[in-house]
Nanobody, 123 residues
Framework: QMQLVESGGGLVQAGGSLRLSCTASGRTFSTSNMGWFRQAPGKEREFVAAISWSGSSTYYTDSVKGRFTISRDNAKNTGYLQMNSLKPEDTSVYYC????????????????WGQGTQVTVSS
Protein backbone atom coordinates (compact mmCIF):
# COMPACT_ATOMS: atom_id res chain seq x y z
CA GLN A 1 0.00 0.00 0.00
CA MET A 2 1.06 3.54 -0.61
CA GLN A 3 -0.54 6.75 0.57
CA LEU A 4 0.03 9.99 -1.28
CA VAL A 5 -0.58 13.47 0.11
CA GLU A 6 -0.49 16.55 -2.10
CA SER A 7 0.20 20.09 -0.94
CA GLY A 8 1.03 23.46 -2.43
CA GLY A 9 -2.17 24.28 -4.27
CA GLY A 10 -3.84 27.65 -4.02
CA LEU A 11 -4.99 30.78 -5.81
CA VAL A 12 -2.56 32.57 -8.13
CA GLN A 13 -2.82 35.21 -10.81
CA ALA A 14 -2.20 34.38 -14.44
CA GLY A 15 1.52 34.37 -15.15
CA GLY A 16 2.35 33.32 -11.62
CA SER A 17 3.92 30.15 -10.26
CA LEU A 18 3.12 27.38 -7.82
CA ARG A 19 5.00 24.28 -6.71
CA LEU A 20 3.00 21.21 -5.82
CA SER A 21 4.44 18.54 -3.57
CA CYS A 22 3.44 14.90 -3.21
CA THR A 23 4.69 13.05 -0.14
CA ALA A 24 4.43 9.28 -0.12
CA SER A 25 4.27 6.84 2.75
CA GLY A 26 6.04 3.53 2.58
CA ARG A 27 9.45 2.46 1.43
CA THR A 28 8.60 1.72 -2.18
CA PHE A 29 8.40 5.29 -3.44
CA SER A 30 12.01 5.28 -4.59
CA THR A 31 11.27 2.40 -6.95
CA SER A 32 7.94 3.75 -8.15
CA ASN A 33 7.14 5.83 -11.19
CA MET A 34 5.03 8.83 -10.32
CA GLY A 35 3.06 11.52 -12.03
CA TRP A 36 0.45 14.26 -11.92
CA PHE A 37 -3.02 14.40 -13.37
CA ARG A 38 -5.65 17.11 -13.22
CA GLN A 39 -9.39 17.41 -13.47
CA ALA A 40 -11.32 20.58 -14.17
CA PRO A 41 -15.03 20.91 -13.35
CA GLY A 42 -17.15 19.06 -15.87
CA LYS A 43 -14.13 17.51 -17.59
CA GLU A 44 -12.40 14.16 -17.48
CA ARG A 45 -9.20 13.65 -15.54
CA GLU A 46 -6.21 14.25 -17.79
CA PHE A 47 -2.53 13.39 -17.66
CA VAL A 48 -0.17 16.28 -16.90
CA ALA A 49 3.32 14.86 -16.32
CA ALA A 50 5.18 11.74 -15.24
CA ILE A 51 8.67 10.83 -14.09
CA SER A 52 10.37 7.46 -13.92
CA TRP A 53 11.44 5.99 -10.61
CA SER A 54 15.05 7.03 -11.17
CA GLY A 55 14.16 10.48 -12.44
CA SER A 56 15.93 9.80 -15.72
CA SER A 57 12.80 10.07 -17.88
CA THR A 58 10.09 12.71 -17.83
CA TYR A 59 6.95 13.16 -19.90
CA TYR A 60 4.52 16.05 -20.29
CA THR A 61 1.24 16.73 -21.98
CA ASP A 62 1.71 19.24 -24.79
CA SER A 63 -0.22 22.04 -23.10
CA VAL A 64 2.26 22.29 -20.20
CA LYS A 65 5.56 21.68 -21.98
CA GLY A 66 8.01 24.48 -21.31
CA ARG A 67 5.96 25.74 -18.35
CA PHE A 68 5.77 22.81 -15.90
CA THR A 69 8.63 20.73 -14.52
CA ILE A 70 8.24 17.42 -12.73
CA SER A 71 10.94 16.23 -10.35
CA ARG A 72 11.44 13.98 -7.35
CA ASP A 73 13.58 13.54 -4.26
CA ASN A 74 13.58 9.86 -3.37
CA ALA A 75 15.43 10.51 -0.11
CA LYS A 76 12.43 12.56 1.00
CA ASN A 77 9.78 10.28 -0.56
CA THR A 78 8.50 13.39 -2.32
CA GLY A 79 7.66 14.37 -5.85
CA TYR A 80 7.16 17.87 -7.18
CA LEU A 81 5.43 19.75 -9.95
CA GLN A 82 6.81 23.23 -10.56
CA MET A 83 4.24 25.24 -12.48
CA ASN A 84 5.30 28.51 -14.11
CA SER A 85 3.52 30.93 -16.42
CA LEU A 86 0.18 29.68 -15.17
CA LYS A 87 -2.92 30.27 -17.25
CA PRO A 88 -6.61 30.33 -16.27
CA GLU A 89 -7.07 27.08 -18.21
CA ASP A 90 -4.67 25.39 -15.77
CA THR A 91 -7.34 25.73 -13.07
CA SER A 92 -8.08 22.20 -11.85
CA VAL A 93 -7.77 19.79 -8.99
CA TYR A 94 -4.31 18.28 -9.32
CA TYR A 95 -3.76 14.66 -8.32
CA CYS A 96 -0.52 12.90 -7.53
CA UNK A 97 -0.27 9.28 -8.62
CA UNK A 98 2.36 6.57 -8.23
CA UNK A 99 3.46 3.02 -9.02
CA UNK A 100 1.82 1.20 -11.91
CA UNK A 101 3.22 1.31 -15.41
CA UNK A 102 4.97 4.15 -17.22
CA UNK A 103 5.15 3.30 -20.89
CA UNK A 104 7.89 4.53 -23.20
CA UNK A 105 5.22 6.49 -25.05
CA UNK A 106 4.68 8.51 -21.88
CA UNK A 107 1.35 6.95 -21.07
CA UNK A 108 1.08 6.40 -17.31
CA UNK A 109 -1.24 3.95 -15.60
CA UNK A 110 -0.76 4.37 -11.83
CA UNK A 111 -1.93 2.15 -8.99
CA UNK A 112 -2.25 4.77 -6.26
CA TRP A 113 -3.79 8.23 -6.12
CA GLY A 114 -3.73 11.15 -3.74
CA GLN A 115 -6.79 13.11 -2.71
CA GLY A 116 -5.97 16.12 -4.85
CA THR A 117 -5.14 19.76 -4.34
CA GLN A 118 -6.99 22.70 -5.88
CA VAL A 119 -5.14 25.09 -8.16
CA THR A 120 -7.02 28.20 -9.24
CA VAL A 121 -5.54 30.68 -11.71
CA SER A 122 -7.30 34.03 -11.97
CA SER A 123 -7.20 36.16 -15.09
Amino acid sequence: QMQLVESGGGLVQAGGSLRLSCTASGRTFSTSNMGWFRQAPGKEREFVAAISWSGSSTYYTDSVKGRFTISRDNAKNTGYLQMNSLKPEDTSVYYCAARGTLFSSGRFSPDYWGQGTQVTVSS
